[in-house]
């Protein structure tokens, strides 16, 4: 149980990195750190739980975007803007899908190994939070769609959907914190 609540404290940690902070264009939390961190406390549940083993494998396909995103400049910096525009939007599609999947299979993952502890309340919480990241997740895409229709609501709804994905993506690493904590006392 103590290796179980070390991996749930590297998760826990790891979503911090989630949270795009990048003041004067250098992300100071970069997703590559997180993403390493999730995998590496994944790899330590994969025996707990079928849905682990499914979430570290999407965090390989999420490594090489955030890899992407780290080299992006230098790759694409001589195409026409259209293309970078392009590819950028994609690519956020391709990683909000990936991100969706691995906190749900996360979640799921908790879920499960609560329910198997009889601590329904604990799974309904991983799974009250699983949701709130989705429409975190699903709110903050519609945001493409205002940037094309209208900048002015974009500039409106940015912060606001800025700070709800903070607050789910804390109440995400509260879950994981928990979660260390009851295995602690497992053990």
Not at 137 to 149: D, Q, R, Y
Request: charged share 15%; net charge positive; glycine share 6%.
């Amino acid at each position: 149980m103590i290796t179980e609540a070390k991996a749930m404290r590297r998760i826990q940690w790891g979503f911090l990195f989630f949270i795009d902070y990048a003041p004067g264009g250098i992300d100071l939390l970069p997703d590559i750190v997180g993403l390493a961190l999730i995998w590496s406390g994944l790899n330590e549940l994969s025996a707990e739980s079928v849905r682990y083993r499914q979430a570290k494998n999407v965090c390989i396909p999420l490594i090489v975007l955030a890899i992407i995103e780290v080299l992006q400049p230098l790759l694409i910096s001589g195409t026409p803007s259209l293309f970078r525009a392009w590819f950028g939007v994609i690519r956020s599609v391709v990683e909000t899908g990936l991100n969706i999947t691995l906190v749900t299979l996360m979640c799921s993952g908790l879920r499960e190994i609560a329910l198997e502890r009889g601590q329904a309340s604990f799974a309904h919480t991983a799974r009250r939070r699983s949701l709130y990241f989705v429409i975190a997740l699903v709110c903050s895409m519609s945001m493409i769609g205002f940037a094309l229709a209208s900048p002015m609501v974009f500039s409106a709804m940015s912060a606001p959907m800025f700070l709800l994905y903070i607050i789910v993506v804390f109440m995400l690493m509260g879950l994981f914190g928990q979660a260390a904590k009851l295995a602690s006392k497992q053990s």
